[in-house]
């Protein structure tokens, strides 16, 4: 439910200006009224405008509403060094990720912008071996798969031509797999966690929402020191395999598609210099 307190409400028209789907009615001389409550998409933009805490949201109780610290947040600089120094850090090691370190990483995915508030985007965190292990083996499964068809002398012959890139990338995915034979994780670069950021299936705008989640995630897990890594192979894999297959091995809920796989570890080193780009 949605109130406006007409006693503390100052009638400064703030709420009215930032509500995305123009509820708040606030008229000079007039009680404060709303428009069409139900469609209101709960981001609760009223709330943090609000001089004098006169709107009250159901999905906002007080304990949730909270003053901005401004002497906290980075400068420009700061966040522009932060940015242009994160890197894909491959140098994981086996030292476990700092549990205070994940939920961070976690609480800054989850507060970045979805369409229309949606908030369907749905995080899932696998830190255990098994699973892990089983996501590269499903993975390092598919590219060999594709790999014997791709290098069948017939087929190579025809297909060579118009798929330049994907044959000269073999010889790569080739040293990989023994690399998996070896009891290593190539594909997922060695990750003691995964961060698996999915949306359902037919949501339209799934990938955006989920790919945003991913970069707030990924700043924060640089400015912690923990590596991250697009898993762009898993989430290629995963894509080829089926959204229900690719949910079980996941650990997704059904019907949920992966649009974004963090790889996370902790570096043997972290980068000294970064280059123009
Ligand atoms: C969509 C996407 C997929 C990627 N897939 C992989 C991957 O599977 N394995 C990997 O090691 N790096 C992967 N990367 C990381 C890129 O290789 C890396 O971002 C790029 O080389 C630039 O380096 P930087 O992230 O350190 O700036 C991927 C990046 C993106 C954006």
Redesign the pocket.
Known sequence: MINIDSDKCTRCGKCRTVCPTSIPIIEKGHMPRLRHPEACISCGHCVDVCPTGAFEHDAFPAKNIHTVNRDLLPSPESLMELIRS???N?TITAAPIPRHALDMILEAARYAPTAENSRQVHLHLVTDWKTLHDIEAATMGFFMRLARVMLFPPVKTILRPFMRKLYDEAPALLSMNEKFRQGQHP?I?EATALLVISAPRGYDFGSQDCNLAYQNASLMAESLGVSQ??????QTAMFMMGTRKAARILGIPHGHKAFAIMGLGMPAFRYGRYTDR
């Open positions: 994160r890197r894909s491959r594909s670069c890594i697009y898993m762009g192979f898993v």
